[in-house]
């Protein structure tokens, strides 16, 4: 069985999105970054392992009333490198079943990670929804947090993690199992058990 996993790309000062959503400074980041042939690569490598994305339902209205905007790196997961279900987690699945690219469900999140890991087999979950990562580490469900981080402060939008009144969370920085895929830049940690 593959690892659940919470992957994401981080402004300086702490956010995963801008505010409303907005997801331009991740493309204008990109670009800045971009090798080209190399980019694709590492990215195609990003993809490969995962067989399920869990996202939410914010998220998901977001990309959709922002698909005239978003660019080619956020405009589908891995920028199109991606293919496989993605459930998005929400209270009203029937107002998005119509929609095929995804598989809208209405359950807690061990659910939603224990129907995933059906659906993966012996590939990665993905969750790329902050508040479904802090709902899964507060049920010890996360194996490990892929993080890249843009040079650029955002000043506000959607934190990395978010609770009030606080919680310390301790995690380890460990070897990207893929190897050369590090060479993208990010970081692989577990959460300290």
């Given amino acids: 069985m593959g690892s659940v996993t919470w ?17 331009s400074w991740l493309e204008e ?7 080209g042939a190399e980019s694709d690569d590492s990215i195609a490598a990003l993809a490969e392992p995962v067989g399920v994305i869990i996202s939410g339902r914010r998220g998901y209205d977001a990309a959709r009333a922002q698909a005239d905007e978003r660019g080619e790196v956020t405009a589908e997961a891995y920028g199109g ?4 279900t993605e459930i998005v987690l929400t209270h ?6 119509d929609d095929p690219a995804i598989a809208p469900m209405d359950c807690d999140v061990r659910e939603a990670v224990r129907r995933a890991r059906q659906i993966a087999g012996e590939k990665d979950v993905q969750i790329i929804s902050a508040d479904i ?7 010890d469900l996360l194996d490990e947090m892929q993080v890249f981080v843009a040079p650029v402060f955002l000043g506000d939008g959607t934190r990395i993690f978010d609770v009030p009144g606080g919680r310390r969370v301790r995690w ?7 190897g050369a895929v590090s060479a993208a830049g990010g970081r692989v940690y577990r959460p300290r058990r």
């Fill in 29 to 35: 980041a990109a670009a800045e970054s971009s090798q």
């Fill in 92 to 97: 009203r699945p029937h107002e998005i079943a």
């Fill in 81 to 84: 490198a991606w293919s496989g």
């Fill in 7 to 23: 992957g994401f790309t981080a402004s300086l000062d702490g956010f995963i999105a801008g505010p409303g959503h907005d997801m």
């Fill in 172 to 178: 380890e920085l460990v070897e990207w199992p893929q």
């Fill in 133 to 139: 990562a802090r709902q899964a580490l507060e049920h």
